[in-house]
């Protein structure tokens, strides 16, 4: 007699079929119900204003969007810390991009991932300079009045940015709101010297009779901003996004040049590590 060959239960076929394609569908609209990535930029003591930069930060998400295949992303711009952190706790954005204090200051408590780097030296933040008329030394501008628009950030003056040379308590500190007053007033004698960066430096050249001003000291070249990514975001999407970052400005050549960046490139903590552990070292 001959034996029928062994064949698969048609029901327990369906079943695993269906199972397939329901897990399929499931992970389809998962990623179509998750909401794009949001994004905050924080650029402290930027010339210019949130208003202004925002509709080239639109334009540069359009093409993130497009490069990462993601519905339309969206982002805020600001200037000052404190409503950006406002904006973190309300709207839980996936990615940010920091200036160098507020990178220093938030990296811990917001466990933030450097996933790379803005090279954009016309926004500033790159060198800081003591600049004078008179005083020749680093030495000779202690004691005496010193105007600056970064007094607010004491601890990331003191720790990063001067590197031991001085410490803001050791002026007669004026604290400057505008980026092009500190050269003004020492220009006009109502400071001895002005703690700057590199950004107003090249503005001395607007400036009447800016050439009188003459840097006396120098700080160290820094990274720039920090690109970062919250403990949030998927890091299918992280990967993705750092993998995009360099060829983001030859796609949107308009929107970098317009706000000073040359080059967004991937990077990691790594490029940072000597400024984290300078800020996080008590002050003497």
Not at 59 to 66: F, G, Q
Not at 121 to 129: C, E, L, N, R, S
Request: charged share 20%; proline share 7%.
């Amino acid at each position: 007699m001959k034996r029928a060959p062994a064949m698969r239960s048609r029901p327990a076929s369906r079943l695993a079929r269906a199972a397939l394609v329901l897990g399929v569908l499931t992970t389809l609209r998962t990623a179509l119900a998750a909401p794009p990535p949001a994004f905050v930029v924080l650029l402290e003591h930027a010339v210019g204003t949130p208003g202004r930069a925002q509709p080239y930060l639109d334009e540069l998400l359009a093409v993130v969007s497009e490069q990462n295949h993601w519905p339309k992303a969206s982002g805020r711009y600001f200037a000052e810390r404190a409503p950006a952190l406002t904006f973190i706790r309300d709207e839980k954005p996936a990615f940010g991009i920091l200036s160098l204090g507020a990178f220093l200051a938030l990296r811990s408590s917001l466990s933030l991932s450097v996933i790379g780097e803005v090279v954009a030296p016309k926004t500033g933040g790159g060198q800081y300079f003591l600049v004078s008329t008179q005083a020749g030394t680093a030495d000779a501008c202690k004691g005496q009045r010193v105007t600056t628009t970064f007094g607010a950030d004491p601890k990331f003056v003191d720790q990063v940015v001067a590197g031991g040379s001085f410490r803001l308590s050791e002026f007669k500190l004026i604290e400057a709101r505008r980026p092009l007053e500190p050269l003004k007033q020492v220009l006009r004698g109502e400071a001895a010297c002005a703690l700057i960066d590199d950004a107003q430096l090249d503005a001395l050249q607007h400036i009447e009779d800016g050439a009188r001003l003459a840097p006396v000291w120098r700080s160290a070249e820094l990274p720039g901003m920090a690109v970062v990514a919250f403990p949030r975001a998927n890091p299918s999407v992280v990967q993705s996004f750092k993998q995009s970052l360099g060829g983001l400005c030859a796609q949107a050549k308009q929107a970098c040049s317009s706000v000073g960046i040359e080059e967004l490139r991937p990077s990691t903590e790594a490029r940072y590590r000597a400024l984290l552990d300078a800020y996080s070292k008590s002050a003497p």
